[in-house]
């Protein structure tokens, strides 16, 4: 069945450790996103891609980094410069890059600094 | 800035009909999703408006008003399975989502 996979789906992490979250998706979709969702607010964009070896940086990029290097996967890592990296962290995809697409949503990485 | 606010909490009782709302204050608009999340699980798409009025999808409804900045999600006969959080988004000018940070709705038998 097409999809959209994360993993691992819990992450514990020690401080000053960089962590990295993996996505991929069977989806044939062009548009991939890293949201980080924190309770009460709502989803913020972490980086985006459109297309392979292609990415933009979103609302809240600092402390992260991304890779694009094939259409079917686009890892976050968490690094250790960002200075509060406990959060839910959901990938997304979509189908028209930029455009009115359905997003489509993994089950989630909640990463926890110990 | 852009904004969306929508209510943090609602209660309603199972079997009956609620309403969230959702308004939106963005540069631009490109269209509006509603999107259900269970606790701890990814959200769910649930409906997209475009053009204002009302798009009825069996239980749930979404409505927009576009000139008010206004949509509400219509949830009917409801069912202990609906309690989750309900996402407003909405795509601004440049194709981008802007996120409400979502109403939990809790139902009681």
Request: glycine fraction near 10%.
């Given at each position: 069945?097409?999809?959209?996979?994360?993993?691992?789906?819990?992450?514990?992490?020690?401080?000053?450790?960089?962590?990295?979250?993996?996505?991929?998706?069977?989806?044939?979709?062009?548009?991939?996103?890293?949201?980080?969702?924190?309770?009460?607010?709502?989803?913020?964009?972490?980086?985006?891609?459109?297309?392979?070896?292609?990415?933009?940086?979103?609302?809240?990029?600092?402390?992260?980094?991304?890779?694009?290097?094939?259409?079917?996967?686009?890892?976050l890592t968490v690094t250790s410069a960002q200075k509060n990296p406990t959060a839910f962290y959901l990938c997304a995809s979509s189908s028209l890059?930029?455009?009115?697409?359905?997003?489509?949503?993994?089950?989630?990485?909640?990463?926890?600094?110990? | 800035?852009?904004?969306?606010?929508?209510?943090?909490?609602?209660?309603?009782?199972?079997?009956?009909?609620?309403?969230?709302?959702?308004?939106?204050?963005?540069?631009?608009?490109?269209?509006?999703?509603?999107?259900?999340?269970?606790?701890?699980?990814?959200?769910?798409?649930?409906?997209?408006?475009?053009?204002?009025?009302?798009?009825?999808?069996?239980?749930?409804?979404?409505?927009?008003?576009?000139?008010?900045?206004?949509?509400?999600?219509?949830?009917?006969?409801?069912?202990?399975?609906?309690?989750?959080?309900?996402?407003?988004?909405?795509?601004?000018?440049?194709?981008?989502?802007?996120?409400?940070?979502?109403?939990?709705?809790?139902?009681?038998?």
């Amino acid at each position: 069945d097409g999809g959209i996979t994360q993993s691992p789906k819990y992450l514990f992490r020690k401080e000053g450790q960089n962590v990295t979250l993996s996505c991929e998706q069977n989806l044939n979709h062009d548009a991939m996103y890293w949201y980080r969702q924190d309770p009460g607010q709502g989803l913020r964009l972490i980086y985006y891609s459109q297309i392979v070896n292609d990415f933009q940086k979103g609302d809240i990029a600092e402390g992260y980094s991304v890779s694009r290097e094939k259409k079917e996967s686009f890892p976050l890592t968490v690094t250790s410069a960002q200075k509060n990296p406990t959060a839910f962290y959901l990938c997304a995809s979509s189908s028209l890059a930029g455009e009115t697409g359905e997003l489509f949503f993994g089950e989630g990485s909640r990463l926890t600094v110990l | 800035g852009q904004n969306i606010d929508q209510p943090t909490e609602m209660t309603a009782t199972e079997g009956a009909i609620v309403q969230i709302n959702c308004t939106y204050q963005t540069s631009g608009f490109n269209g509006l999703f509603w999107y259900q999340q269970h606790a701890g699980e990814a959200p769910t798409f649930l409906s997209y408006n475009v053009l204002d009025g009302l798009e009825e999808k069996g239980r749930f409804s979404s409505f927009l008003s576009r000139s008010k900045g206004y949509s509400y999600l219509l949830l009917k006969e409801l069912q202990m399975k609906d309690s989750a959080s309900y996402l407003c988004a909405v795509l601004d000018s440049n194709y981008q989502l802007i996120w409400g940070a979502g109403t939990k709705l809790i139902i009681k038998p």
